[in-house]
């Protein structure tokens, strides 16, 4: 089975995390997290940047990773390496998904998730929950 190696931006701005839904293919209309394949001599910050300035016209800063999802699709399996990142410069315009949201912490059972990302969703809870203590 072919192996995907993504990665995905968990951008956080006053304890809300940006979701988006996806607008195309396969999985459109489920919640994920934003970001992308990662080309050929990039390294996943890399990607990650690049995949934002392309999908939502604005520049991040990739803080420190959170985790990395390993999924069993159907078709293939998806490597997903998680970065929290901010804002650096624009406005999260969307060009090429369908909506997106602002989910605080208990607003996050209110999107239907892809199920890789759901996994993320859990990896985000233990991370607050820390921050918390």
Known sequence: MKTVQVVAALIINQNKVFATQRGYGEFKDGWE???GKIEPGETPEEALKRE???ELDTEIQVEQPLTTV???????HL????????????NLTLLEHEAARWLSYDELDSVDWLPADLLVVTALREYLSEDED
């Open 70 to 76: 390993e999924y069993e699709y159907p078709t293939f």
């Open 33 to 35: 997290f934003p970001g």
């Open 79 to 90: 490597s997903m390496q998680c970065f929290l990142c901010k804002v650096e410069r624009g």
């Open 52 to 54: 934002i300035q392309e």
